[in-house]
């Protein structure tokens, strides 16, 4: 249902134009009535005029008739004095007055001035028969100018009653109309917005309150109907589903899906192919209706061989049939796609097999990225080489091999000498550049059979299958040799180096990775601490073991230092004779051992101090 439009309603609305009627209509009205006060003041004002001029005329006869010997020349002080004291109250500016005896001019004169003449009553004259009238002529303030100030006034008055009565109407439609009109109007939009409970408010007992009640009915009258509606609709749609075949319901979901979808008969003839089906093997639904479905989807092995027959080995045995690992599909263009697939036979209502359906998926992406995330985790990022975590694995294997088969294989562990002078002069940059190459140099000289791994920092580590410690001596030598030949350009330094090799044998008797690790790492120090740039085996002879033990209190020590383990004991120190002196004591350091067990300084000292 539509919503009504309220944003005219609320800013202007019905209210608000019978507001704007009246108000313009008072207006009018407020017009005609200054023009008639205007007129009726001008006319007001020329009356006032003639008789203020006759009390000012008043006056001056009075004044005249003391003095009636010249009274314009000899009086002029006594006459400017009476117009001065009436020019405030009569409202005129100037007065002249003008006889047989010449004119007097009392005020200032302006253009544009109103005036009233009038004749005052003469005074005797020497040798006159009658008295000699004189002129007045009074003049008052311009009448434009007093018109302009009485329509501003007028103007001024009406504009306030028009807004007092403007604000006062305002109160009143709001109260009367604007309040329940909007409450309707609000009322009626949440009913469009789907509240059906909404109804406008009976309660007043005016022209809205019996709206109120018309269009309540009408609304019930409107819900139910769309109640009915809905329930026809919902038998309308539930009978037109019904009448849907489950064919084209079939259609429609294969046609969402995807996976490539395609169905056969129970001879294996290709009945349809949705769009995935058509983009994936290169045929048409129409090219490829009716065909053997081996001959539209050809599947081989991760060889490149011919594949198994899915549908066809579906339909004999009647089961779902999955696709082997490492399959493709060979594309009509010829291009191998990796696939994913299986085939489940289709039963009509007796439960007969009329045909079969297969689901392809195309996994090459996935494979490719498994790939790549498989070498990744195996491979270091920096040089290429085989990482740590899979030297480990392949360590383990070729002890496996060793203590199965009885074979000799040889761990080698390089540690690079005077690498940190170039990380530390040229910066990191230089130093991954200088490990890329070495790797690069020390690849070419292991075999194809070799593992030659990055295990860390400046450190490699190469595997020899199927060698003894005489061959494995000889390749250790010439990496040596390669390494310490090699010379190193970065800009314009020139760097060399060279590398302490701890070579370590594989057989049978050897106890686990772990051991193997270690002792190859013990050989490679007992290389540097024979002069560096050399080849150490490992026999574990006496002076290895004894090497091999130091580096293994090295964990142990760090071990008791972060876990608190280290004591200290007071032994005193007392002199043999009588006499007295001071007392002096040793301060013993020892390490508490596992199993409640106390270490003496002896067996852990020695390998602190050799490794600082």
Known sequence: MARFNTTGIHSGGL???????VFWGMVMVGLLIALLMLHGRDRERMQQNAANARLVGRELEVL????????????????????????????????????????????????????????????????????????????????????????????????????AFGLILQQILQRLLSRPFFAMVD????????????????????????????????????????????????RATQSEAALSGEKERAEVTLQAITDAVITTNAAGEVQYLNPVAERMTGWTHAEAHGLPVEDVVRLVDGDGGPGCDL???????????????HSALLRRD??????????????????????AVMVCQDVSQARKLAHQLSYQASHDALTGLVNRHEFDRRLGELLGSAKAENKWHVLLY????????????????????????????????????????????DEFGVLLEGCDIGYGEKIAETLRQEIADFRFVWEDKLFQVGVSIGLVPVTAESEDTAKLLSAADAACYMAKDEGRNQVHVFYGHENSGKKFGEMQWIARIHKAIEENRLRLYRQNIAAVSSSGSADYAEILLRMDGDNNTVVPPMAFIPAAERYN
């Open 15 to 21: 209210p608000a134009k019978i507001a704007g009627i």
């Open 414 to 457: 390089l540690d690079l000498d005077q690498f940190k002078v170039v990380n530390d002069t040229c910066g990191h940059i230089a130093g991954d550049q200088l490990l890329s190459q070495l790797a690069v140099l020390l690849d070419r000289k292991v075999r194809r059979s070799d593992t030659l791994a990055r295990l860390g920092g």
């Open 64 to 163: 005249m008739a003391q003095h009636p010997q010249a009274p314009l020349q000899s009086e002029r002080e006594s006459l400017l004095k009476v117009v001065e004291s009436l020019r405030g109250d009569l409202a005129f500016e100037a007065v002249e007055l003008a006889g047989t005896q010449g004119a007097l001019l009392l005020g200032e004169k302006k253009p544009g001035q109103e005036s009233v003449v009038l004749t005052l009553h003469g005074v005797s004259q020497p040798g006159a028969a009658e008295p000699v009238p004189i002129r007045m002529t009074v003049f008052f303030p311009d009448r434009n100018r007093v018109e302009t100030e009485q329509r501003k006034r007028i103007l001024l008055s009406i504009g306030l009653m028009m807004m």
């Open 334 to 355: 010829g291009e191998r796609l990796a696939i994913e697939a299986s085939a489940a036979p289709m039963r009509n209502d007796s439960g007969e097999v009329i045909g």
């Open 187 to 234: 009322a009626a939009n949440r009913f469009a917005d789907g509240d059906t409970t909404s109804r406008f408010d009976e309660r007043r007992s005016d022209e809205f309150g019996f709206l109120a009640k018309f269009i309540n009915r009408a609304l019930d009258s409107i819900v139910q109907q769309q109640k009915e509606l809905r329930a026809a609709l919902a």
């Open 311 to 325: 549908v066809r080995g579906c339909l004999g045995s009647n089961s779902v049939e999955t696709l082997a690992e």
